[in-house]
């Protein structure tokens, strides 16, 4: 499944609920919008911040072997050694001849993400009786962070993974974590308190799709979501809302991964090519906030 389903199931979504509440008319007379005792259907925008938590970054040889040694290029790496100029050509760029010195990798390698502060998401909901169904799509990017202070530019987005047999070493690169996501969710509404009130809290529980981009691989995998936040009531068709939310992925297998470069074991071989596919393993959630506004329809 393609990013592109992102934008069929919100159609496919609304098309089912338009059927299913043809005969309900909405309730414009009602204090908190989506809350009214006919069925509504609603669209929310929301701006959702978050931090992604990367737990069991693996890369191995095939998923019988354990898992490779990692290596990262050393913040100071900047010239040429002998061993680098032996395989490079005048054709390279300094990062890439820097990656083809095995001498410039240091051991210990465990990657760390930046905060996305451009995620978005768009909402199709229908709510009936303080009981919610949304359709939740959402788009985030988590750059993966600099270790040290780099001389070669880009150089903390790649890695090198030692084969078994530690005669080679192969690069890859792993320059950001990109997620979509569609999930649908069932959200409740409590109400405001004896005396009511234009606030409403509300809790949320879902599931769905994830699809990430991750070590220049696309990558599938079930989501779950949970929320817990607050809606403020503007006008009785109108609101806005804030909310924490928890979100986490079944892991799977990435496979195969692009390999950049192979660094042989001495200068004087060269690169071969011909190397079994490796895979990669990381355990994706991420802990957030989320801001916006919700309109009936």
Do not use: W
């Not at 809790?203 to 809606?231: H, P, S, W």
């Amino acid at each position: 499944m393609s990013r592109k389903s992102l934008f069929v199931l919100p159609c496919l979504l609304f098309v089912a609920v338009s059927t299913a509440g043809n005969g309900a008319a909405p309730n414009v007379g009602s204090a908190a919008p989506g809350v009214g005792a006919e069925g509504e259907l609603y669209v929310a925008a929301q701006y959702k911040p978050a931090l992604p938590v990367v737990r069991e970054f693996a890369v191995r040889e095939n998923r019988l072997t354990a898992p490779s040694k990692l290596f990262r290029l050393a913040p100071s790496t900047s010239v040429l050694t002998a061993e680098q100029a032996t395989g490079a050509t005048l054709l390279d760029s300094p990062l890439l001849r820097a990656l083809r010195g095995r001498n410039n990798f240091e051991p210990s390698y465990t990657p760390s993400y930046e905060v996305s502060m451009c995620g978005v998401s768009g909402v199709l909901g229908y709510s009936r009786a303080g009981t919610r169904v949304e359709l939740e799509v959402s788009f985030e990017d988590f750059r993966v962070k600099k270790s040290g202070k780099p001389v070669l530019k880009g150089g903390h987005e790649y890695f090198a993974a030692g084969r078994t047999s530690d005669t080679q070493r192969v690069v890859f690169a792993n320059r950001a974590i990109s997620a979509g996501s569609a999930v649908v969710s069932i959200c409740r509404d409590f109400p405001a308190g004896p005396s009511g009130g234009s606030v409403t809290p509300y809790t949320c529980l879902g599931g769905g799709v994830e699809f990430l981009d991750i070590l220049g691989m696309a990558n599938t995998r079930f989501a779950y979501q949970a929320k817990m936040g607050a809606a403020l009531n503007l006008h009785p068709r109108a609101s806005i809302f804030a909310a924490g939310y928890y979100r986490g992925t079944l892991e799977r297998a990435i496979r195969p991964l692009p390999a950049v470069v192979v660094i042989p074991a001495t200068a004087g071989e060269g690169e071969n090519l011909g190397l079994p596919p490796f895979e990669g393993n990381a355990g994706v959630r991420y802990l957030g906030v989320e801001a916006g506004i919700r309109v009936l329809l």
